[in-house]
């Protein structure tokens, strides 16, 4: 039995279908994941504000910024960021802002191990593949687009 280029043409599209279906699923669980990984860490840090503050003076060697200022803007970001991520709103903003979040803290800990490197490097991807992707279509972000009728 051979199948013609019709039969093949139906199977393509439904698989193409069944990948989007997938797609949507996929981008809202990166958006989950990274909210929870960095909301999980804000809440450490309002946790103990002394602690939080101390680590940032003394431990972390945040360029630029001076220490309590980079304290309050990273817990801030942590905190903020991560409900903007749930909802899919500003959705590529929001992960340029945690990809430079991530990125400062991978450099500014002198003794971060190799887990918490890889750690960093799968939470930039993370960011990078919503940058690139956008939000997918279960976001507000979506959403706003369809009802403004903006086009890709």
């Known amino acids: 039995m051979t199948m013609t280029t019709t039969t093949i043409t139906k199977y393509s599209e439904l698989a193409l279908k069944g990948i989007d279906a997938l797609q949507v ?41 001076p220490f309590d200022i980079a304290a309050y ?26 990809f430079a979040l991530n990125f400062v803290a ?9 887990a918490g490197e890889k750690d960093h490097i799968i939470w930039g991807l993370m960011t990078l593949v919503l940058f690139f992707f956008g939000p997918g279509k279960a976001a507000i972000d979506t959403f706003i687009k369809s009802k403004l009728n903006i086009n890709h």
């Open 73 to 98: 803007l990273a817990t801030a970001g942590e905190l903020i960021i991560p409900v903007f991520l749930v909802l899919g709103l500003l959705t590529r903003l929001n992960v340029v802002a945690l």
């Open 106 to 114: 991978a450099i500014s800990y002198p003794d971060i191990s190799f």
């Open 25 to 65: 699923i996929f981008l809202l669980g990166l958006r989950l994941w990274l909210a929870k990984v960095f909301f999980m860490s804000g809440l450490t840090k309002i946790q103990s504000w002394d602690t939080t503050l101390m680590l940032f003076e003394y431990e972390y060697s945040v360029p630029i910024l």
